[in-house]
């Protein structure tokens, strides 16, 4: 089965900085790629996603990009806000969606 | 639109007992997923249902853990016997289509086994 790995799993910054997440995926089978923010006690939500078909996505302030060469896809957010604060989900998927473990993101005032 | 509805929100049982988890997806939607998240981690799949047919249950542990989608629509996850290690969010999900766009979640519902 697809297995994601996701890196780092946790990433303070400070408000007004730029935010990476990077996310490797074992299956070259793979087409659809979305990012998922979770904040605390809420249920997953979708921020932005990618198919394979395309190398970069953006949506204002967050950006995806993705390497099927190398099978990996980064989440990455601009300009870090207060509310940016949460965990954050890659995931990959041919039929079924598997998750990464995780980052939580702390945006420091 | 209604979203996903779950229920219980909460529950506590000892080891041994059973537990069942209730799940109304988004109207319309002919997936259906179930999936654990222990604190900490991502969610991992336990089941995914197309219409009322099981799609994936290669993770689901069935000597413990059963699932079904009666009509298509509103489905249960049942525990019986919980272990300690069964402690978690279950968080059911729905989406228009299998494997493809976006999956609208629950609110989840967490469970803590003593």
């Known amino acids: 089965g697809e297995n994601v790995e996701q890196h780092p799993s946790t990433l303070s910054v400070q408000e007004g900085d730029s935010a990476v997440i990077k996310c490797t995926y074992s299956d070259s089978a793979s087409n659809y790629f979305p990012w998922y923010k979770q904040e605390l006690g809420k249920r997953p939500q979708l921020i932005i996603d990618?198919?394979?078909?395309?190398g970069e996505k953006k949506d204002q302030r967050i950006a995806v990009t993705l390497n099927k060469t190398a099978k990996h896809f980064s989440l990455h957010i601009t300009e870090t806000q207060p509310e940016d604060s949460a965990v954050y989900f890659c995931?990959?998927?041919?039929?079924?969606?598997?998750f990464g473990a995780g980052t939580t993101v702390t945006v420091r005032a | 639109e209604a979203g996903v509805a779950q229920s219980p929100r909460y529950k506590i049982i000892e080891k041994r007992q059973s537990v069942a988890f209730w799940c109304n997806p988004i109207?319309?939607?002919?997936?259906l997923y179930w999936y654990q998240q222990i604190l900490g981690q991502g969610p991992k799949l336990l089941i995914q249902f197309q219409n009322n047919g099981v799609v994936d249950d290669s993770q689901l542990p069935k000597d413990r853990f059963s699932a079904e989608r009666l009509k298509g629509v509103d489905s249960t996850l049942k525990i019986q016997p919980a272990k300690l290690e069964d402690s978690a969010v279950y968080l059911c999900?729905?989406?228009?289509?299998?494997?493809?766009?976006?999956?609208?979640f629950g609110e989840g519902s967490r469970l803590t086994v003593l």
């Open positions: 990618i198919r394979s078909n395309v």
């Open positions: 109207s319309g939607h002919a997936t």
């Open positions: 995931a990959a998927s041919l039929y079924k969606l598997s």
């Open positions: 999900a729905s989406s228009p289509r299998a494997g493809d766009g976006e999956l609208f």
